[in-house]
């Protein structure tokens, strides 16, 4: 068997080039399937392309093209504080032959054997991942709890409806600015999640429903990341489909992370069925949102003995 062709082979190499999925957009897939479609743009473009040997000089040659076109090598290899992987300036050589070995075993014809035939059209090639139910009912935004779930039907203290009201108030639908922080190196780079991004992503989270990334509809996914790469330094991504992966997969993950904030909050709770939703006394606060927008906008938000004339007041809206 020629060598590079086991899959355990492949997991390995692409953990030591840095794809071991210990980092958003860098899973042993987001490396392997660019690798997988190299040999469609070069057909596209009329140069057929041969299978080689992972050891031979053509397979070198072909892993050199394929990271120098469109600066690929420095796309996966980009600098990195922590030096968690080799960096295309100063680690080329070690880069391009192990990068050659994992190219030959995806696009051998005996590693296309290994794959086996494709899934029935319609089909999901692998089972979304998703927590139990109750480990899923007792998550929190720091690890478990050993407070009862809150139910859908539960009925907030003067303290949560405070809190209600104030998440609400941190928010703006008519906020169009341009995130700056969402720029290539922010996103090169793995850097922090620039929280001044959070109330467009809660605004947006409320408004469609989406608290649970392991059950977004593409459609929603693709709305979500374009809400808020608009009119910023990565609002066109085209040519670049494992930049776009990265941004889509650090949004998902920062989905999960607030709505288990919002679940601590008592601002979310599980169904019956298992699915996050609002909890009913804050859907009532959601839907009247242009009441507090307008009282804030006015100066004059809800506060102390403001937060009675609140609950009035939504009590009055039923």
């Known amino acids: 068997m020629p060598v590079g062709i086991q899959s355990s082979n492949v997991a390995r190499l692409c953990s030591e080039l840095g794809f071991s999925g210990k980092h958003p957009g860098r899973k042993e897939k987001d490396l392997t ?144 600015k341009p995130l700056h922080a969402f720029t290539q190196k922010w996103l090169r780079s793995n850097a922090e999640w620039p929280e001044s991004a959070d109330p467009r992503l809660y605004n947006f989270m409320h408004t469609n429903r989406c608290y649970d990334p392991n059950h977004q509809e593409d459609r929603k996914e693709l709305a979500m990341v374009n809400v808020l790469r608009h009119n910023t330094e990565i609002a066109e991504l085209h040519g670049h489909p494992l930049l776009y992966s990265v941004l889509k997969d650090r949004v998902l993950e920062r989905v999960d992370f607030l709505a288990q904030n919002l679940i601590t909050k008592k601002i979310l709770a599980f169904d019956d069925k298992n699915k996050i939703q609002m909890v009913k006394a804050f859907r009532n606060v959601w839907v009247n949102r242009g009441k507090f927008w307008e009282k804030k906008r006015a100066g004059d938000p809800f506060e102390g003995d403001g937060l009675r004339q609140a609950i009035r007041l939504l009590d009055d809206l039923k």
């Open 33 to 176: 399937c660019l690798t997988r479609s190299f040999p469609i743009d070069s057909l596209s473009k009329g140069t057929p392309r041969p299978f080689f040997r992972a050891d031979s000089l053509e397979a070198l040659q072909l892993a050199i093209q394929f990271c120098s076109e469109n600066q690929r090598g420095h796309f996966f290899w980009p600098d990195n504080s922590h030096q968690e992987w080799p960096t295309w300036l100063s680690d080329q050589p070690k880069c391009v032959p192990l990068y050659g070995t994992i190219n030959v075993r995806e696009l051998s014809p005996q590693s296309q054997q290994l794959v086996g035939p494709p899934p029935p059209k319609g089909t999901r090639r692998r089972p979304i991942k998703a927590p139990t139910s109750a480990g899923r009912r007792n998550s929190t935004a720091n690890g478990s709890s050993s407070e009862p779930a809150t139910s859908i039907d539960f009925q907030p203290d003067t303290e949560t409806f405070a809190l209600y009201v104030n998440h609400i108030e941190t928010l703006d639908e008519d906020d169009e």
